[in-house]
């Protein structure tokens, strides 16, 4: 694990919004359609996607699955676009089963907390591909 600097960057992409105990019923569902929506996004950098942990507030988590665009992208019906700056990061590669990733989200916070960094929820999720899920994925957290 390492602190990284990202550069800033946006993405398109479908926001869910929903509780903790409803987050793990109404993420899969909303990960097909924003696979199946994928080619509506025009100026996709690349087609690998992502889920960004854009806040919890109160309980309610609001995430947006979707994949870096040109900054002038348009915004497809019922997506939305979010411009994320440049920013410090906790960084992790994760290599191997889906299941897994929230471990290593977890492994990383133990370590802000063992090296005195203060971790905050935005969280980035990056290396979704169409066809095969055990790919290897880029893990940020956000440093406060």
Same mark, same amino acid.
């Given at each position: 694990?390492? %602190?990284?600097?990202?550069?800033?960057?946006?993405?398109?992409?479908?926001?869910?919004?929903?509780?903790?105990?409803?987050? *793990?019923?109404?993420?899969?569902?909303?990960?097909?359609?924003?696979?199946?929506?994928?080619?509506?996004?025009?100026?996709?950098?690349?087609?690998?996607?992502?889920?960004?942990? =854009?806040?919890?507030?109160?309980?309610?988590?609001?995430? =947006? %699955?979707?994949?870096?665009?040109?900054?002038?992208?348009?915004?497809?019906?019922?997506?939305?676009?979010?411009?994320?700056?440049?920013?410090?990061?906790?960084?992790?590669? *994760?290599?191997?089963?889906?299941?897994?990733?929230?471990?290593?989200?977890?492994?990383?916070?133990?370590?802000?907390?063992?090296?005195?960094?203060?971790?905050?929820?935005?969280?980035?999720?990056?290396?979704?591909?169409?066809?095969?899920?055990?790919?290897? *994925?880029? =893990?940020? %957290?956000?440093?406060?």
């Amino acid at each position: 694990m390492k %602190i990284v600097e990202k550069e800033a960057f946006t993405v398109i992409g479908i926001k869910v919004e929903a509780d903790w105990q409803s987050l *793990h019923k109404v993420m899969p569902p909303s990960w097909e359609k924003a696979k199946g929506r994928l080619n509506e996004i025009e100026g996709r950098k690349e087609d690998v996607m992502m889920d960004v942990s =854009l806040d919890v507030t109160d309980g309610q988590y609001t995430q =947006l %699955i979707g994949v870096e665009v040109e900054k002038d992208s348009e915004v497809p019906d019922k997506m939305e676009k979010v411009d994320i700056p440049i920013q410090k990061y906790i960084y992790e590669q *994760h290599q191997g089963a889906l299941e897994g990733i929230a471990e290593t989200f977890g492994r990383m916070y133990d370590w802000a907390e063992e090296n005195d960094i203060e971790a905050g929820d935005f969280k980035i999720d990056y290396g979704y591909r169409k066809g095969n899920s055990d790919q290897v *994925h880029e =893990l940020y %957290i956000k440093v406060l």
